[in-house]
């Protein structure tokens, strides 16, 4: 006579051929987020070791450094702080837990705009700057600066770029991980300014 397995014995199997399906998807989640937290961190990371080089030289040509900042224009970088702060608003919309993917793709658009307003709006400002770099007077204020700025603009509007594209689909996964990213812009910006305009 055969024997009928019985319930338990088919939920037990059920469970073991189930279990290294879970675990694999929660170990690839947690792989996705150990290839982000690198990224975020190697961003960090090369904005901190520039940043450190503009803050060795201020210290060496303290006066020269003092004599550039008063051609910048704060009132313009205050305004793109504000924009950048914003789009990292609308970002965090997208992510969050009772948003739609319609609201997701809407916050993501946003987030963008604002991105390539903050991209236009540095652009302008570097148009009065441009003829002051190379002068001695101000030693390697101008070029340090365009270096860091325009290395971090270029983040930015790569960032807006990639955020459109993924507002196409709004996937989670893929708008936690571009939302995340230019949460990092916005943190670096945020170090950024005190220390090239107000210091």
Known sequence: MTKKPSAGSVSGRWMEAATPVTHAAEEADGSDDFLLWILVWSELAAFG???????VASAMQFDQFAAARVHLNTS???????????????A?????ANASRDRARWALIRAALLGFLFAAIKLAEYSGEIGLAGDDAYGVFFELYFLLTGFHLMHVAFGAFVLLAVSVRAAPANT???????HTFDLIWIVMFPIVYLA
């Open 49 to 55: 070791l520039l940043l450190g080089a503009f803050l």
């Open 76 to 90: 313009l970088a205050a305004i793109n702080t504000g924009v950048l702060l914003t789009s990292g608003w609308q």
């Open 92 to 96: 965090a919309l997208a992510t969050s």
């Open 176 to 182: 936690h991980l571009i939302a995340t990213l230019w």
